[in-house]
């Protein structure tokens, strides 16, 4: 049974920074992509970022988040990473991670129903 365990929200000011962790159990995890998506208040869920197993990773990343978000990943701890920098009120929301069943997909996908397990989420408020 894959699980995967968010950590690391909070509140912070605009401008500033969080780190979210994302641990990952139950199979191997190289080979399979990690990605990180958002939900906010009566929005559907986004996609954020997300990594292959490379190293270093290929990424994606959508293009509200680009050159302040960074995903990353430390297969050795089997653990997944997305830094958040110069946040705006706008990024509040829910982050949550996922990770694929197939291993090793061609292309590194973006919509929530290529993804297969999920985590909890993790609540990130970005104050003005």
């Known amino acids: 049974q894959v699980q995967l365990v968010e950590s690391g929200g909070g509140l912070v000011q605009a401008g500033g920074s969080l780190r979210l962790s994302c641990a990952a159990s139950g199979r191997t995890f190289s080979g399979y992509v990690m990605g990180w998506f958002r939900q906010a208040p009566g929005k559907e869920r986004e996609f954020v970022a997300a990594c292959n197993w490379w190293s270093p990773p290929g990424t994606k990343y959508a293009d509200s988040v680009k050159g302040r978000f960074t995903i990353s990943r430390d297969n050795t701890k089997n653990t997944a990473y997305l830094q958040i920098n110069s946040q705006k009120p706008e990024d509040t929301a829910v982050y949550y991670c996922?990770?694929?069943?197939?291993?090793?997909?061609?292309?590194?996908?973006?919509?929530?129903?290529?993804?297969?397990?999920w985590g909890q989420g993790t609540q990130v408020t970005v104050s003005s």
């Open positions: 996922a990770t694929t069943r197939i291993r090793m997909p061609s292309i590194i996908p973006s919509q929530p129903n290529e993804y297969d397990y």
